[in-house]
């Protein structure tokens, strides 16, 4: 996002993609932990790296982050 709230190209690593999935499900840092078996703090370390690359400032701008992301990439995969 640039701003807050406009989608754009941000390369994520694969293991920050899948913590900003999990945050967009509504999940706390213990609970992503928990289920990648990794250390909470390990989850805020990237959760900072997410809101830095991404220009957001909290959860809930991760996660609408996340939204966008995934309608970007679902109409670029809708062919007509």
């Known amino acids: 996002l640039t701003g807050a ?10 293991r920050e993609a899948e913590i ?3 945050i967009a499900q509504g999940l706390t840092s213990k609970q992503i932990a928990r289920q990648l078996n990794i250390s909470p703090y390990t989850v805020n370390t990237h959760r900072d790296n997410l809101r830095r690359k991404l220009n957001v400032h909290n959860g809930a701008q991760l996660a609408y982050c996340q939204a966008a992301r995934a309608a970007a990439l679902q109409s670029k995969s809708v062919r007509f």
């Not at 709230?5 to 694969?14: D, F, V």
């Open 5 to 14: 709230g406009h989608p754009q190209e941000t390369s994520l690593t694969a």
């Open 20 to 22: 900003l999935d999990l």
